[in-house]
């Protein structure tokens, strides 16, 4: 059974900094990608990284402030959180991916999804 689980969301003041982490089992994943909603928005991109390689890809808005690193024996991928802002208030989600791909942050490449951890950043 595959499963995909989030863990470390909580609250954090704007310039604090947070770990998110993604333990998935049950497969062989390529990748492993960080999205995230915000209220009344739609989700988009983060961050991800291909496991084999570790090449990793971020959304603009995050890059030089998020970074992903993974463990392989462990399965689990963390997103480390820096310099954080108001506006990355959402819920994260992690998303796990059974083939590599050119383009890290389509959604539709990835299988199998957590069902996501709550990030607070209070001005």
């Known amino acids: 059974q595959v499963q995909v689980v989030e863990s470390g969301g909580g609250k954090v003041q704007a310039g604090g900094s947070l770990r998110v982490s993604c333990a998935a089992s049950?497969?062989?994943?390529?990748?492993m990608g960080w999205f995230r909603q915000a209220p009344g928005k739609e989700r988009e991109f983060v961050g991800a990284?291909?496991?084999?390689?570790?090449?990793?890809e971020y959304a603009d808005s995050v890059k030089g402030r998020f970074t992903i690193s993974r463990d392989n024996a462990k399965n689990t991928v963390y997103l480390q959180m820096n310099s954080l802002k108001p506006e990355d208030t959402a819920v994260y989600y992690c998303?796990?991916?059974?083939?590599?791909?050119?383009?890290?942050?389509?959604?539709?490449?990835?299988?199998?999804w957590g069902q996501g951890t709550q990030v607070t950043v209070s001005s």
């Open positions: 998303a796990a991916g059974l083939y590599n791909s050119a383009y890290l942050g389509r959604p539709r490449d990835y299988h199998y």
């Open positions: 049950g497969r062989t994943f390529s990748l």
């Open positions: 990284i291909s496991v084999s390689i570790g090449r990793t």
